[in-house]
């Protein structure tokens, strides 16, 4: 019978005990967590091996907890602050559509990103008022128009009306 006791479990934690990571070690999580394959990452991490080797190396060092966290770690969504400023992509976008050396659909596109920076595809902002105070102006509206409406028909008809000999 296998129970839980006998059972490694499949979900790797990483040790507290567990020393922390070397510099060639940080290096490779930053290079994986940027997108790198695993060989080029323990390549450019800086060990000197051999292609085969860093692929075979690459793969056991993923393999370890502390290297596993430190790389969900550095993947996982930050909060940072804008690189440009508004009024810098701005400027971007000027040149782009200015410049005589872009595609006309690469201009266009700028054109339409500067637009959408300077707020010109906004809606109009609309504020409706709700409530006994709107229902009672709709009401009073409403009696204005049929009282000018009936103003209008009877007009309509005392000109149509025939005229007697």
């Known amino acids: 019978m296998i129970t839980k006791k006998n059972v490694k479990s499949k979900e790797s934690k990483p040790n507290p005990k567990a020393r ?3 510099v060639r070690q940080e290096r490779f999580c930053e290079f994986i967590s940027s997108g790198e394959s695993q060989t080029e990452a323990y390549l450019k991490a800086g060990w000197k091996v051999t292609r085969l080797s860093a692929r075979v ?3 056991d060092l993923l393999t370890k907890p502390n290297i596993k966290a430190r790389i969900a770690v550095l993947r996982a969504p930050q909060t940072k602050k804008a690189v440009l400023t ?3 992509k701005r400027e971007i976008m000027r040149d782009i559509a200015e ?9 266009l596109r700028a054109i339409e990103i500067d637009a959408k920076l300077a707020g010109d ?3 109009e902002r609309v504020e409706l008022e709700t409530g006994p105070k709107t229902l009672e102006a709709v009401r009073e509206r409403a009696r204005t128009m049929a009282s000018a409406l009936s103003r209008v028909r009877l007009r309509i008809e005392s000109d149509s009306a025939p005229v007697a000999p």
């Open 86 to 88: 508004k009024d810098r």
């Open 99 to 107: 410049s005589s050396t872009q595609k006309t659909q690469d201009r």
């Open 20 to 22: 922390p990571l070397n």
């Open 121 to 123: 595809f906004a809606p």
């Open 57 to 59: 190396n690459a793969s």
